[in-house]
Nanobody, 115 residues
Framework: QVQLVESGGGLVQAGGSLTLSCTTSKSIFSFTDMGWHRQAPGKERELVARITSGGSTNYAEFVKGRFTIATDNAKNTLYLQMNSLRTEDTAVYYC?????????WGQGTQVTVSS
């Protein structure tokens, strides 16, 4: 069974930083690509950042220069380093991975940025 488990969310002041982690139950090498999405109250889920198995990354415009996506293959863990957080970054953040043609989601972790 494929499981993705996020951690690292919490409450932070605007301008602060948080690092989200997503640990997979399968080797991270078995995922074609992985990413982070988020969903704020009353809004649709949106892509934040994505990384392919080859290491290519892409970011939503609203996080470019502030967030960094990376993997630790030895730990089967995906990270999202979030700096210069803004109140509008408040959302539930979801880890997602594409493996053998199927997309898997984590349960989400809440990030709240206060002013």
């Amino acid at each position: 069974q494929v499981q993705l488990v996020e951690s690292g969310g919490g409450l932070v002041q605007a301008g602060g930083s948080l690092t989200l982690s997503c640990t997979t139950s399968k080797s991270i090498f078995s995922f074609t690509d992985m990413g982070w999405h988020r969903q704020a109250p009353g809004k649709e889920r949106e892509l934040v950042a994505r990384i392919t198995s080859g290491g290519s990354t892409n970011y939503a415009e609203f996080v470019k220069g502030r967030f960094t996506i990376a993997t630790d293959n030895a730990k089967n863990t995906l990270y999202l380093q979030m700096n210069s957080l803004r109140t509008e970054d408040t959302a539930v953040y979801y880890c997602v991975g594409l493996r053998l043609g199927r997309r898997y989601w984590g349960q989400g972790t809440q990030v709240t940025v206060s002013s």
